[in-house]
């Protein structure tokens, strides 16, 4: 992809290390919109390796990327059902310009995977629903078009999630009911212009509604698609170890050096592995991508440390590209995190260490 490479380098890659105190600009997606990089997904194979390219250069830009992704796929996907009678009026409203790139889209659904009481709820009434509860995280709302809303209904439709599409922070639409918090300051990706949004007796008519659907067939089929590694896992240790890679060839330090392209192959094994399995996934083969998955996510942790180790004291400078990387690399372990995950990252880290015997 030298083209999408050459957007990232000019548009993404120089301002990386300020994100975290600006945000992501606009500017940085409208590039990648307008080379079409954006919009309609590429190929497969050609849309990992672009998740990849972006990460490796800044993970908060492709974290407002890739949340573009799910809203465009769903609002395309949507079919005109009793329950949401507009879908073409709503594709008709919002689509064309999310496939464009003019519209960037946020989501707002990680919420739906929580144990425990559902928060937001949707409410059935006349002509559309109500919702009431608190997104506790929306990415990218401040430079966000529109935003997919997804919850849980109430009462007789307490098995199904609504989904919803509503204008976001940039459209400069007031909307009655919905508040909208400061940004959260985050360890990780505060450039992300994820806010909090309290929803008070908010309400979504039926020509905002893309899809009510059965909960437990929307979690097993999320299930089955957050067991795959991440492609920003391989681009963030790709950045990470064409730094380390670069520092060894200046220094012309041979341990370094062999630190790189150890760590390299590692990623090129598990990300061949993680791919081959995500081409074919189905529930059999879950536990072996989850594994993989894990093993992402332990490498980007060790590649973007080695990068620290590797600069000594300079590693921890505050607004260096080391500490920023080491900082995606904690992101990653949370991103799109269900029980599954969670369980199987812990387990990894309590696996004890192994020492030869003699």
């Known amino acids: 992809l030298p083209d999408a490479a050459a957007v990232i380098s000019t548009a993404i890659a120089p301002g990386a290390e300020l994100i975290d105190q600006g945000g992501v600009q606009r500017a940085a997606i409208d590039a990648l919109a307008t080379a079409g990089f954006l919009g309609t997904p590429l190929e497969r194979a050609a849309q990992r390796e672009l998740a990849e390219l972006i990460s490796a250069a800044d993970a908060s830009t492709w974290f407002c990327w890739v949340q573009h992704q799910s809203p465009l796929r769903s609002l395309a996907q949507a079919v005109t059902t009793d329950r949401a009678p507009f879908v073409e009026e709503l594709k008709s409203r919002w689509l064309g310009g999310m496939e464009s790139g003019r519209f960037l889209a946020a989501v707002a659904f990680a919420h739906l995977r929580r144990a425990g009481a559902p928060n937001p709820v949707a409410t059935r ?51 009655e009911g919905l508040e909208v918090g400061e940004p959260l300051r985050l360890l990780a990706m505060s450039g ?17 509604v893309a899809a009510v659907e059965d909960l437990a067939s929307w979690l097993a089929a999320d299930s089955v698609r957050t067991a795959d590694a991440n492609p920003a896992a391989f681009g963030v240790t ?8 670069e520092l060894a060839k200046q220094r012309g330090d041979a341990v370094m050096l062999e630190a790189a392209e150890q760590l390299a192959e590692q990623c090129r094994e598990i990300r061949r592995a993680a791919y081959e399995l995500a081409d074919r996934a189905d529930e059999a083969n879950g536990p072996e991508r989850l594994d993989l998955r894990v ?35 904690l992101f990653l372990q949370i991103q799109a995190q269900t029980a599954d995950s969670r369980r199987a990252g812990l387990k990894r880290l309590a696996q004890p260490l192994r020492r030869d015997v003699a």
């Not at 806010?195 to 979504?204: A, E, G, M, N, S």
């Not at 950045?239 to 890679?245: C, I």
């Not at 332990?298 to 500490?323: F, H, P, W, Y």
């Open 125 to 175: 009434v006349d002509g559309g629903w109500v919702l009431n509860g608190t997104l506790d995280w929306v990415t990218s709302w401040d430079i966000a078009d529109v935003v997919m809303v997804m919850a849980r209904g109430t009462a007789d439709d307490a098995g199904n999630v609504m989904t919803c599409f509503i204008p976001a922070g940039r459209s400069g639409v007031q909307q």
């Open 238 to 245: 790709r950045g990470a170890l064409s730094e380390l890679h």
């Open 192 to 208: 992300t212009h994820t806010r909090p949004i309290t929803l008070r007796d908010f309400v979504v008519p039926d020509e905002s």
């Open 295 to 329: 093993a992402s996510l332990d490498l980007v942790v060790r590649a973007t440390t080695a990068v620290v180790i590797a600069r000594a004291g300079a590693g921890v400078r505050s607004g260096t590209s080391a500490e920023r990387r080491v900082r995606e690399a």
